[in-house]
């Protein structure tokens, strides 16, 4: 095919399935727009306020099962797929598949048997191969950090990855394939066609990944606020995701290679983009204190705010028209289902007949 007669894609959302999809894409002999609204190097986007945890067995609890199996899914396209963008990008990614560990205090206990229950209900004794328990010295070995704690729970399989990595990285890689990118610029999606304040630009296909921005298409697309605070501290190191459960709030905790963590609970059903609360930033750091009474001396480097963006039912949202894909709701589990969404749409694009290796 020469240039001209290559199949046209307009991309709508620099976010994390923009750029990943973008990347997909790249593989075939295609041309690739991808309009961002605001600049590519700063994401605007839930992208870059996320944790990064893949944790398919800890969100089951809250979601369907689907959830679970297309994280697994990810979870296998993330291995790959990290190698791939490394080797193309020349730095890491800061993909860990370390597991994830789940810890009460004592007089939450029953909080991780609850856990253990509500996982055995829903994958049967498959659960127990997944998720070791582990006693104190077990604990001690595994995150020595968490020394208060007598009792937790391995969650062997999950991982986590460095989003303030991969962003760059895939947007570096964008470049180097030769995708298009045209940032400050805010769209709108119809089948085969992007309109922008001034103009209108005709595609072969256009696939909407705008996140919260494609609002006004997607009925019930709605933004579920969420909080984070970055931390620092020379004295407490936690080797892979750590999870407190408490009967009122629970506390994640992602550990980053450079000596900060990246702490979040808050789930509130609002879109609100103003700065953290006050109580919110209280209920953090007291929960974070409680895991290590050495974080009371780690400086807060950071807060950042967002809205997740969610259906109704909380799942994610692919529709497919001629012309046109739309693809949202990714919700808390981004980088969870990223992957295995992008395949979807992936084959989804070749069913219209548009991708040739
Ligand atoms: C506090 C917090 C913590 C989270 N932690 C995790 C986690 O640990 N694990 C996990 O799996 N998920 C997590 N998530 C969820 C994850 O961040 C989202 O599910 C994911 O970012 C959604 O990806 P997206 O590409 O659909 O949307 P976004 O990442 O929001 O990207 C949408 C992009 O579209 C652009 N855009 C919007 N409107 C327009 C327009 N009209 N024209 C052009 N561009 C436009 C935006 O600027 C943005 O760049 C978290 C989210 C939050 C807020």
Redesign the pocket.
């Known amino acids: 095919m020469t240039s001209e007669s290559k199949a046209k894609i307009a991309i ?7 750029r990943l999809l973008a990347w997909r894409l790249c593989q075939y002999d295609v041309n690739i727009t991808l ?4 600049k590519l190097s700063v ?5 870059w ?6 944790s398919p067995l800890s969100e089951l609890v809250h979601s369907e099962k689907q959830v679970y199996t297309q994280g697994l899914q990810s979870l296998d396209l993330w291995s790959d797929w990290s190698r791939k963008l490394e080797l193309q990008g020349g730095r890491a990614v800061g993909f860990r598949r370390a597991g994830s560990v789940l810890v009460a205090h004592g007089k939450d206990r029953s909080e991780l048997l609850q856990f253990l229950r509500e996982l055995q209900g829903k994958l049967g004794e498959s659960a127990r191969e997944q998720v070791q328990v582990l006693d104190t010295k077990a604990l001690r070995d595994l995150e020595p950090a968490l020394h208060s704690f007598e009792q937790g729970l391995y969650l062997r399989g999950e991982a986590d990855i460095n989003n303030h990595r991969l962003l760059p990285l895939l947007l570096d890689v964008l470049r180097l394939q030769g995708v298009q990118l045209r940032e400050l ?4 999606c119809e089948p085969w066609c992007i309109s922008f304040p001034g103009g209108e630009e005709h595609f072969d296909c256009v696939i909407d ?6 609002k006004d298409q997607i009925k019930g697309l709605r933004g579920v606020r ?3 605070m970055v931390v620092e501290s020379r004295e407490v190191v936690l080797q892979r995701p750590v999870r407190l459960l408490h009967p009122r709030y629970k506390l994640y905790a992602v550990p980053r290679s450079d000596g900060r963590t990246v702490i ?1 609970a808050t789930e509130i059903e609002s879109e609100d983009l103003s700065p953290i609360s006050v109580r919110s930033s209280m209920e953090l750091s007291s929960a974070l204190y409680s895991l290590n009474p050495a974080f009371a001396e780690a400086r807060i480097v950071e807060t ?1 705010v ?4 969610a259906t109704m039912n909380n799942n994610p949202y692919i529709h497919n028209e001629e012309g046109l894909i739309r693809v ?1 709701g ?9 992957p295995a969404v992008v395949q979807q749409v992936e084959n989804q694009v070749a069913q219209q007949r548009l991708l040739v290796f």
């Open positions: 709508a959302g620099g976010g994390l399935l923009g309009f961002e609204a605001g994401p605007q986007g839930a992208c306020t996320a944790a990064g945890m893949i610029t805010r769209v709108n990944c705008r996140g919260l921005g494609a969420g909080e984070v979040g950042r967002n809205c997740r963006p949202n990714l919700y808390r589990h981004g980088y969870l289902l990223a």
